[in-house]
């Protein structure tokens, strides 16, 4: 799962460049003489998550066979579990709660050369929980882990770790996350497909943080 998160998240900032590179070659104004906005950024997004999907697949399909038959090590005994498919799942949602980001932002900017504290900023949030990942690992159930299960921008990868080193996890936790997680995507992704429709046709400069919040609440 934590294999899949970050392969989609690595595809994901594709969206971001992809955007950038669709509006400097007006590319984008072609394309939504035919499809509308909210089309073309959901077809971004699915896009590249069909092929962070495969590149892991790829990936897993080649790893597997090599260590459970050539370094003799039983990984499906350690993969085939419970927990699986709650993993996987937090890993999906997350890439979409991000791709959504990454493809909106990619939209508001003109040259990636000048872009803004605040557009960089976006590429290091699916790694957030990176920088709590001894607290979490040390105690799974410590207040860290626990803000971090509810601050929807972290819930996939802490959630991974501790689904990964906690033999039960509170239900609760679990149900609230989930939650938290759908909603904030949900809202997240309503809100980028404005930011996108507005910043992909803006020509000539990077969108301030100012202008990103008023199209936000058009």
């Keep these: 799962a934590g294999f899949i998160l970050i392969a989609v998240s690595i595809s994901g900032t594709m969206t971001f460049n992809s955007s950038i590179a669709e509006k400097k070659d007006k590319m984008a104004e072609i394309r ?10 959901q077809g971004k997004i699915i896009g590249y998550f069909a092929l962070g999907l495969i590149q892991t697949l790829v990936w897993i399909g080649v790893a597997i066979p090599v260590a ?12 085939i579990i419970p ?12 890439y979409l709660l991000f791709s ?10 003109d040259d990636i050369q000048e872009a803004g504290n605040f557009q960089s900023i976006i590429f290091i949030l699916p790694w957030l929980p990176l920088f709590f990942i001894g607290a979490i690992i040390t105690n799974p ?16 990868g802490v959630m991974l770790f501790r689904l990964a080193f906690l033999s039960r996890i509170p239900v609760l936790d679990v149900v609230v996350s989930s939650i938290v997680l759908l909603v904030t995507t949900w809202l997240v992704i309503r809100l980028a497909g404005k930011i996108f429709r507005t910043g992909i046709l803006m ?3 990077n969108a301030t943080p100012k202008e990103i919040w008023r199209w936000m609440r058009q």
């Design 203 to 205: 020509i000539g400069k």
């Design 68 to 79: 459970q038959f050539y370094f003799e090590i039983p990984v499906l005994s350690f993969l």
């Design 141 to 156: 159930n410590g207040v860290v882990a626990k803000v971090g299960t509810y601050f929807p921008l972290t819930t996939p």
């Design 32 to 41: 939504l003489s035919s499809i509308s906005a909210n089309s073309m950024m």
């Design 83 to 94: 927990e699986l498919p709650l993993m996987l799942f937090y890993a999906l949602i997350g």
């Design 100 to 109: 959504a980001m990454f493809v909106s932002m990619g939209a508001t900017i």
